[in-house]
């Protein structure tokens, strides 16, 4: 067996992050989301490094722990990228009632389909393993649709955030809330859910003034991981008191981006807008950067840790298909009712990822030791089709919209008869988006 030295990591880590961004540009020029081919590496690694004494049995807490502060990362991007304003009220409300109720209703229903096909599971087990499938994945949507029309853009960068927040407090309010003790004691109930939330929400805004108060008048030229690190220990402060600590994140981030929005009155005076502007910029830097690699780690560790020989498996297929049906008709009939006949590509752009998968790794011990007859390889076939539906979607409209933009080439008069806002944004198309 061949030891494999310090240096030997060193040069796999360089070479996964540069064919991440390798990936990227692919991504940008076929839609295929880079996510998928990081997992396929993963998976190449693997083979590859068979006959070594890498072990990928001591890869699960590399993952969490690369998962958890990637999700910060991610949903700290997320909100940056989120101005509120009046005028933006009503797309912000359509994606928050997709968010919850597709949630709501996949979860549900994936929680019968288990129960159908694993009649031991329980039905607070059913739920708790569902809940993870049901949540949009943000690492992928986020950095997918940047070709799409800017309002369905806008729409997604808004779903997946609202459905990853709204996701992992479902998670963990059937984990830590529902779900009985050890002992068979009841779990902790509604009331006491609802009070953890109204508490967070209070330490999300009280923390997000002070800190924003205080780094502005930091003068060093190395405070934004300083603030990163405070980030993170709000967040993992919050989770041993078992709070809804990403909604520290996303407040910070809502704040950080609408300084204006929150700072008023009396506030105002105690606000340096060119400061704030200025750390605003850079976290948003950052945290892009940061994301990316991370990321990039996240997936490529996944995909050396799977078994490719549990999608073979005939009962994992009929369960995943039967989710992945439930899935899109729910999706469908949401998007139909909320925004109208408008809705591709979106009705195909509702992939899984790195919350799916962060989220299994956090279901207790006790849950899965009752629940032998649930195969992990449910998760990676759901993961690896909502990926590769959602590639195919962008790729039709992709050269749907450039379908379009040769017939208003061609036609001496077909700017009366076709507007360019029907036609989604393309780097090589238009410089306005």
Not at 114 to 129: E, N
Not at 292 to 306: D, E, K
Not at 364 to 371: E, G, L, M, Q, S
Request: glycine content about 6%; some cysteine; aromatic content about 10%.
């Amino acid at each position: 067996m061949t030891e494999l030295s310090l240096y030997a990591y060193l040069i796999i880590t360089s070479l996964v992050i540069i064919a991440s961004f390798i990936f990227n540009e692919v991504s940008k020029k076929t839609n295929i989301p880079s996510v998928l081919l990081l997992i396929a590496l993963g998976v190449v690694l693997q083979y590859a490094l068979q006959g070594t004494d890498f072990n990928a049995d001591g890869l699960n807490p590399i993952l969490k722990t690369l998962g958890t502060v990637g999700l910060i990362m991610i949903v700290l991007e997320a909100a940056l990228e989120l101005e509120l304003d009046r005028n933006k009220l009503v797309p912000i409300t359509k994606a928050l009632l997709v968010a919850l109720v597709g949630l709501v209703l996949s979860a549900w229903i994936g929680a019968l389909i288990l129960q159908y096909f694993i009649p031991s599971m329980s039905t607070i087990d059913s739920w708790i393993y569902s809940t993870p499938i049901s949540i949009l994945s943000s690492a992928i949507i986020i950095p997918s649709v940047n070709g799409l029309r800017p309002d369905k853009k806008e729409f997604h960068i808004y779903e997946s955030t609202f459905s990853d927040i709204i996701g992992i407090m479902l998670f963990y309010f059937l984990t830590e809330n529902l779900l009985p003790d050890i002992d068979g004691n009841p779990g902790k109930g509604v009331s006491a859910f609802g009070y953890n939330v109204v508490i967070t929400v209070l330490i999300s805004f009280v923390a997000s003034y002070l800190i924003l108060l205080i780094f502005q008048r930091i003068k060093s030229n190395v405070k934004l991981f300083l603030l990163i690190s405070v980030l993170i220990l709000l967040y993992a402060v919050a989770k041993e008191y078992h709070l809804s600590s990403l909604l520290i994140i996303l407040v910070f981030g809502l704040m950080t981006a609408n300084v204006d929005k929150f700072f008023v009155g009396p506030m105002k005076k105690y606000l340096n807008k060119d400061t704030t502007k200025a750390i605003y910029n850079d976290l948003h830097f950052i945290t892009m950067e940061t994301a990316f690699v991370i990321r990039t780690l996240f997936f490529v560790v996944f995909g050396l840790s799977i078994s490719l020989m549990s999608l073979a498996n005939g009962t994992v297929v009929l369960i995943s298909l039967c989710i992945l049906l439930s899935i899109f008709v729910i999706r469908f009939i949401i998007l139909r009712l909320f925004v109208g006949k408008d809705f591709m590509p979106q009705l195909f752009i509702a992939p899984r990822g790195l919350i799916t998968i962060l989220l299994f790794y956090d279901i207790p011990d006790r849950i899965k030791a009752a629940n032998p007859g649930f195969n992990n390889g449910i998760l990676l076939f759901i993961i690896i089709s909502t990926g590769v539906i959602m590639t195919l979607a962008l790729i039709a409209d992709k050269r749907k919209a450039n379908e379009k933009i040769s017939q208003l080439k061609s036609n001496d008069v077909g700017y009366s008869t076709a507007s360019i806002s029907d036609v989604s944004p393309d780097d090589n198309v238009s410089p306005m988006y």
